[in-house]
């Protein structure tokens, strides 16, 4: 890893872009963009979108809540037990728990996403035994978060991403004490 004048993120380091999945940054370099004027911005590519690059302007205001360290190893199974006991709560209120579920999201740790995936998932299955669908917004947070959180442990287990979904299952079947299930 090669540090380029003391920014938060390094050349070489592996992280989470907003709700798009796993990236490594590739540089750290100055761009004038549309005649905007000279900023320095992290050059981020996906590491399973081959044709994914992302420009992100290392000082951008916000940028603790478009980028986070990705996920190591050692923390999965904590992240795991974490999930499955989260302080989270189902809201019934469809806009509620669109809004909600949004800000998780964003400004989720990935136990809150992985409970999120998980009681989504539940959901799911519940309303499909009713002869329903979800509803779209839960249907759009679901496709985003599921991919975030395949490809964020997928990356981290070093495995493809259906072992990484199995690993998860596995491990919160045996913990299923918490309120995962909604």
């Not at 996920?71 to 189902?90: C, K, L, R, Y």
């Not at 979904?165 to 299930?181: A, D, K, Q, V």
Request: hydrophobic share 35%; net charge negative; charged share 30%.
């Amino acid at each position: 890893m090669e540090n380029t004048g003391g920014f938060r993120h390094v050349i070489g380091d592996i992280v989470v872009y907003r709700n798009s999945g796993i990236y490594r940054i590739s540089d750290i370099r100055k761009e004038n963009f549309c005649d905007i004027g000279e900023r320095t911005y992290y050059v981020m590519h996906s590491v399973y979108e081959s044709n994914s690059i992302v420009y992100l302007p290392v000082d951008a205001e916000d940028l603790g809540l478009k980028i986070r360290r990705a996920t190591q190893p050692e923390e999965i199974d904590s992240i795991i037990e974490a999930a499955v006991n989260s302080a989270n709560v189902w809201k019934e209120d469809v806009k509620e728990r669109a809004e909600y579920f949004d800000e998780l999201l964003i400004r989720g740790s990935p136990a809150d996403l992985l409970w999120l995936l998980c009681v989504l998932m539940n959901y799911k299955s519940e309303i499909e035994g009713q002869r329903r669908r979800l509803y779209a917004s839960d249907a759009r947070i679901l496709t985003s978060v599921e991919k975030i959180v395949a490809e964020e442990f997928s990356f981290a287990l070093g495995v493809g991403q259906d072992e990484a979904m199995s690993y998860i299952s596995e491990r919160m079947e045996g913990l299923r004490t918490g309120n995962c299930g909604k």
